[in-house]
């Protein structure tokens, strides 16, 4: 069983590039979530979707794009990548927005140069 | 503002118990989970509480006191293997998950 499968795990990018972090799962969840995770903060949501066709804002989303065209994938975009988008990128999934605990990818590495 | 509060780190001694504690202050409350992650791994879900009291799992245990905003991880019989960061984390009115910025476990032989 895969769970979540994140893609690539780890990256160095030039500033001003264009960056599509893939995410996948198989086990039917409607939610997804992206996270970034930064030294000495806790995780912080970038966008969401609570379910296929749907999308949220988070708390952090600028910079970033997300599409959920299906149940299985939600890809996180970076239009044109700052160095302040360094940081350990990860994909969540749970049940529904209210049931249930987190699943979570293994992380992508992002390092913007 | 939203916040979740947990020490930094804290140190232990292999087969000793310790008490890793969270207050919290948020809009709403729909439950508090407690993650563990190892360095440089994904976090991996260790227990939920909704209902105040002692939620035990093996070794692990979580405590929950709404009306204190406050929880806490207690770890027994710690293993070399429990070193890792504790991450607690709050489920608002809007079903949105806040996090703490987790605490670092240093297990000692």
């Known amino acids: 069983i895969a769970g979540i499968t994140q893609a690539p795990t780890s990256q160095i990018l030039a500033a001003g590039r264009r960056m599509t972090l893939r995410c996948t799962q198989d086990?039917?969840?409607?939610?997804m979530y992206w996270y970034r995770q930064d030294l000495g903060l806790g995780l912080r949501l970038i966008h969401y979707?609570?379910?296929?066709?749907?999308?949220g804002k988070g708390e952090v989303p600028d910079g970033y794009s997300v599409s959920r065209a299906n149940t299985d994938d939600f890809p996180l975009t970076l239009a044109s990548a700052v160095p302040s988008q360094t940081s350990v990128y990860f994909c969540?999934?749970?049940?529904?927005?209210?049931?249930?605990?987190?699943?979570f990818g293994e992380g992508s590495r992002l390092t913007v140069l | 503002g939203q916040n979740i509060d947990q020490p930094t780190e804290m140190t232990a001694t292999e087969g000793a118990i310790v008490q890793i504690n969270c207050t919290y202050q948020?809009?709403?409350?729909?439950?508090l989970f407690w993650y563990q992650q190892h360095a440089g791994e994904a976090p991996t879900f260790l227990s939920y509480?909704?209902l105040d009291g002692l939620e035990e799992k093996g070794r692990f245990s979580s405590f929950l006191s709404r009306s204190k905003g406050y929880s806490y991880l207690l770890l027994k019989e710690l293993q070399m293997k429990d070193s890792a960061s504790y991450l607690c984390?709050?489920?608002?009115?809007?079903?949105?998950?806040?996090w703490g910025a987790g605490t670092k476990l240093i297990i000692k032989p």
């Open positions: 979707s609570n379910t296929a066709g749907t999308t």
């Open positions: 086990m039917r969840h409607n939610a």
């Open positions: 969540a999934s749970s049940a529904g927005t209210s049931a249930g605990e987190l699943f």
């Open positions: 509480n909704v």
């Open positions: 984390a709050v489920r608002d009115s809007n079903y949105q998950l806040i």
């Open positions: 948020t809009s709403g409350f729909n439950g």
